[in-house]
């Protein structure tokens, strides 16, 4: 099993949206090294669930892989803001996994609890630079993260 952390906007879907919907794809990410990672992930892979762009930043709750990246549907679409001219049926791009809601955090873990926490200082998301999407997230740190989160 893998770890993962995968980051959204909450204002544009939120851990309580994915709790509302309990399935949805990951679609529309367009950054090539996010994609390679969302073609590694295997079926429950668990999932940190980080919600960016917010005040503060920080992890919000767990999902798992339940269904393997597949051609993102959005690529394909003219009207979509993820559209990809260069993609086609045949050669795709673009993929995205489904992910399952699994739990919201009790405790919101915020960016700068996770900054003074010296076990995570190696957590990739803590380093300088580390803006994709989506990431890898070792098996130490996901610990951790579920002690924090009290869970």
């Not at 994915?18 to 949805?24: F, M, N, P, R, V």
């Not at 955090?105 to 915020?110: A, L, Q, S, T």
């Amino acid at each position: 099993m893998a770890y993962w952390l995968m980051k959204t906007e909450p204002e544009v879907y939120s851990i309580d949206d994915l709790k509302k919907d309990k399935i949805t794809y990951w679609d529309g990410v367009r950054n090539y090294q996010a994609r390679n990672f969302m073609k590694e992930m295997a079926l429950g892979d668990e999932v940190l669930i980080y919600h960016s762009n917010a005040a503060p930043p920080g992890l919000a709750g767990l999902a798992k892989i339940s269904k393997t990246a597949y051609p993102d549907p959005t690529q394909f679409i003219r009207s979509s803001k993820y559209f990809d001219p260069k993609s086609t049926k045949e050669n795709p791009r673009w993929f995205c996994p489904e992910l399952r809601f699994t739990k919201k955090f009790k405790n919101f873990i915020g960016l700068p609890d996770l900054r003074v926490e010296k076990r995570l200082a190696e957590m990739l998301v803590l380093k300088k630079g580390s803006r994709l999407s989506v990431q890898p997230v070792d098996a130490k740190h996901f610990q951790i993260v579920l002690e924090l989160a009290s869970v």
